[in-house]
């Protein structure tokens, strides 16, 4: 079976709708355009629809008319990113500094092209949920959605999510089972020294160089502490310090963030980390306050609700374009808080053009929205009667 054709028969509609949804992105807990468009959708449609879960999201309800059957949740994350859009396509960003760089403009379209197809072919057993994601960003918006009782409201017996793929050829699917994308911890350093003139740096404790010196060891600790068979990464992506050319300032931040497969590698890193700041600062008779934060948890596919997808897929796009080899990712993704409450599974999805996500000049193939919408609309009809 391909692509749906009650689904390839309104892509164009679909398509209309991710542009609209692209040329007004908004950033996360401040989806209100997007959620009132994805509400109207869906009532629209005859979908029971609440809103206002975890500020800006919203959560349709259908019941199929096939029978007692599992609670099927699917879910689509709608923020964009603070960045400047350089693509000057003609549905290109009208909200300057803010684009859709991760592709959720295309999630949140696949996930109402499923919507439909399925109020329109109700023969399904069980309910199907659609879960409607504000700030997936690193902002927290599944742990806000779950915080407020998400699945206490809407129980699901599984849910499954997707995201576009522009590493993958058109027309491939990747999912497979255990850990798939990492846990993320985000992290600020602030060392306090003494400022003092350019000129006279004797007269106090300069931060900058402290900074330059935390930074180098900090890198040891991947190489030297961290298991090589464990995959992890600590990156510095932020140094602020200093406003002049003749002060040495009286204070310096490093910021960064930290990636992990496991919870074991994660707490050795953190560790390690407030060990160093703590040795460097009384080397140079400085202060160091490190603060670390759990942004992510790792992506973990539970065996069962990933090889229901691997056998929709291959209904969708052929067996030969399912590919089940492990790849865990360093990228993170938050619907791994769903996960660790429901059973379920992520899968990305190939489409056309070689710029990655997160980039200015990131182009969304709409090729991309009947698949995916079939591959979710799939499961709820395969995976309700099992």
């Known amino acids: 079976m391909p692509v749906l054709p009650q689904i390839d028969a309104f892509t164009d509609e679909l398509t209309a709708i991710r542009r609209d949804l692209h040329a ?69 960003s009208t909200v300057a500094g803010t684009m859709h760089a991760c592709g959720h403009d295309g999630h949140t379209t696949m996930l109402l092209g499923a919507a439909r197809y399925l109020s329109e072919n109700r023969g399904f057993k069980g309910t199907a949920i659609f879960v409607f994601q504000p700030a997936e960003e690193g902002l927290g918006g599944a742990r806000r959605m779950i915080a407020e009782k998400l699945f206490e409201r809407f129980p699901c017996d599984e849910i499954y999510g997707l995201h576009n793929a522009p590493q993958l050829a058109p027309g491939q699917i990747s999912v497979f089972p255990g850990p798939a994308m990492a846990g993320a911890d985000f992290f600020d350093i602030r060392i306090t020294g003494k400022g003092s003139h350019g000129a006279m740096p004797q007269m106090g404790r300069d931060p900058i160089v402290v900074a330059m010196s935390l930074a180098a060891a ?156 079939s591959l979710l609309a799939r499961l709820v009809e395969t995976r309700s009667a099992a």
Not at 272 to 292: H, N
Request: hydrophobic share 45%; no cysteine; glycine share 12%.
């Open 218 to 373: 900090l890198q040891t600790i991947v190489s030297r502490n961290a298991d090589p068979r464990e995959a992890a990464v600590l990156s510095i992506t932020q140094m602020h310090a200093g406003s002049a050319y003749n002060v040495i300032p009286e204070d310096a931040v490093l910021a960064g963030t930290i990636r992990t497969f496991s919870e074991a590698t994660g707490d050795l890193i953190r560790s390690r980390m407030r060990e160093i700041a703590a040795g460097t600062a009384a080397t140079f008779g400085v202060t160091i306050d490190v603060d670390i934060r759990n942004i992510f948890n790792v992506l973990v596919n539970h065996e069962a609700p990933t090889q229901a997808v691997i056998e929709a897929a291959a209904e969708i796009v052929g067996a030969d374009n399912v590919l089940t080899e492990p790849k865990a990712m360093m990228g993170s993704e938050d619907f791994a808080d769903m996960l660790q409450v429901v059973p379920g599974a992520y899968a990305w999805v190939g489409h056309a053009g070689d710029v990655p996500v997160h980039n200015p000049a990131y182009v969304l193939d709409d090729g991309i929205l009947p698949v995916g919408a």
């Open 24 to 92: 007004h992105p908004e950033i996360g807990f401040e989806e209100v355009r997007t959620s009132g468009i994805v509400a109207e959708k869906l009532a629209g449609w005859g979908i029971e629809v609440h809103r206002g879960i975890g500020t800006t999201g919203v959560v349709g309800v259908l019941h199929g008319t096939g029978g007692s059957g599992k609670r099927i949740g699917l879910r689509a994350d709608m923020d964009a990113l603070p960045i400047q859009e350089i693509t000057n396509l003609p549905w290109r």
